[in-house]
């Protein structure tokens, strides 16, 4: 018992020097994308034609400091109440608060107060170019959500944008995430992973870890930890390998590959942990607003619309027990069971180099 306490307070030290790592990489030496040693960053041509608008009517300083690997605007959210992890400067939720509307709300929470600094004094101006006042920030960190002022099973989505793999604590992320989202809740967010676990001398290196490679995890280990707290089926939206661009840097991670990829995590209770067959299927409506043709939910679920569309029984209640449901017809149930589909899982879910052709799906 005698050794508890001293391990609690050096676990305490490192995340208080992790912290203070980050805020001063993000607050101080980065001062707009540009300064980033990594592709990391998304690239504004990568960026589909129904979001390039909302970008447009988001402040050019805001814009100019951000430092996301990805984007975290997913399908249907008018009205919904969406918290933003580990915010920034804004970007994202002022890109949110569009989608959202008036009705719906966005939430972001960060812990740098530089960056908190541009976002909240930009908020008049883009209250001005939105027409409706819909957005707040909070400072706080990602790990203590439960400290933070914010109601339990409240939000339909929360998004982060390259920050977990920032955070000393992933656990307590992931668990407070799920303390918040309401039942087919979602979150859905970018970040960084590896395709093996990332060794101490990369861990502790505070320009590494500054440009979000230090802190990622193994994706395996990533997943696991994913379903230890109750996101039972981890679902992989999209992905891509990234490349680091300063050879000083590219010499110190070695062998490591790091992939930037989007996962959505949804707050069912009754998800199984493989993709178990009930002979059913979905037909999608077409309704959802930018999303008329197809809807994707993840990278082997690419759903056209009008076409009866063959799926496991966790992609079943992911459709059927969250804002989804209102976008398709539901074949089938639950009564019947006919083993699982053939071909899901196993080995590396990234794609090593970059893919325009759309993947099969694989149930």
């Known amino acids: 018992m005698g050794t508890v306490e001293p391990i609690n307070k050096l676990l305490i030290c490192e995340r208080k020097i992790m912290h203070e790592v980050v805020q001063d990489y993000y607050g101080k030496t980065l001062q707009s994308s540009a300064d980033l040693q990594t592709t990391a960053c998304c690239d504004i041509s990568s960026v589909p034609d129904w979001l390039k608008p909302l970008l447009a009517n988001i402040h050019p300083e805001v814009l100019s400091r951000y430092y996301g690997c990805g984007l975290v605007c997913p399908a249907s959210l008018q009205g919904c109440k969406v918290l933003d992890l580990g915010c920034g400067s804004g970007r994202d939720v002022y890109a949110l608060a569009q989608l ?21 004094s930009h908020k008049a101006w883009h209250v001005d170019r939105f027409g409706f006042d819909n957005v707040q920030f909070l400072k706080g960190y ?11 099973g409240s939000f339909d989505v929360i998004v982060s944008n390259c920050v977990v793999n920032l955070s000393p604590d992933k656990t307590a992320v992931l668990e407070g995430v799920s303390r918040l989202l309401k039942p087919g809740g979602e979150l859905y967010f970018s970040d960084v992973y590896a395709d093996r676990r990332v060794p101490q001398s990369v861990r502790e ?11 990622a995890l193994y994706w395996n280990d990533f997943e696991r930890l994913a379903q230890s707290v109750g996101f039972a089926d981890p679902r992989l939206f999209e992905d891509r390998p990234l490349e680091v661009t300063a050879p000083e840097l590219s010499a110190r991670i070695g062998n490591l590959s790091f992939f930037s990829a989007t996962y959505r995590l949804f707050k069912l209770d009754d998800l199984e942990p493989d993709c178990e067959d009930y002979g059913q299927a979905v037909v999608y409506k077409g309704t959802i607003t930018n999303h008329s043709n197809r809807f994707v939910l993840d990278k082997h679920h690419d759903i056209e619309s009008g076409r009866i569309f063959p799926v ?15 976008h398709f017809e539901f074949i089938g149930d639950f009564s019947r069971h006919f083993g699982m589909f053939e071909g899901c899982g196993g080995g590396l879910p990234f794609d090593v180099e970059q893919q325009s052709d759309s993947a099969e799906p694989c149930c």
């Not at 009705?103 to 976002?119: F, N, P, R």
């Not at 496991?312 to 209102?326: I, P, V």
């Open 205 to 215: 290196d505070p320009v590494l870890y500054g440009e979000c490679l230090g802190g």
């Open 142 to 152: 990602i790990e203590k959500l439960d400290e933070l002022d914010l109601e339990a």
């Open 312 to 326: 496991c029984g966790n992609t079943w209640r992911m459709l059927h027990d969250s804002r989804f449901s209102q």
């Open 100 to 120: 959202v509307g008036s009705e719906g709300s966005v939430t972001g929470i960060d812990m740098t107060d530089e960056q908190l600094h541009v976002a909240e």
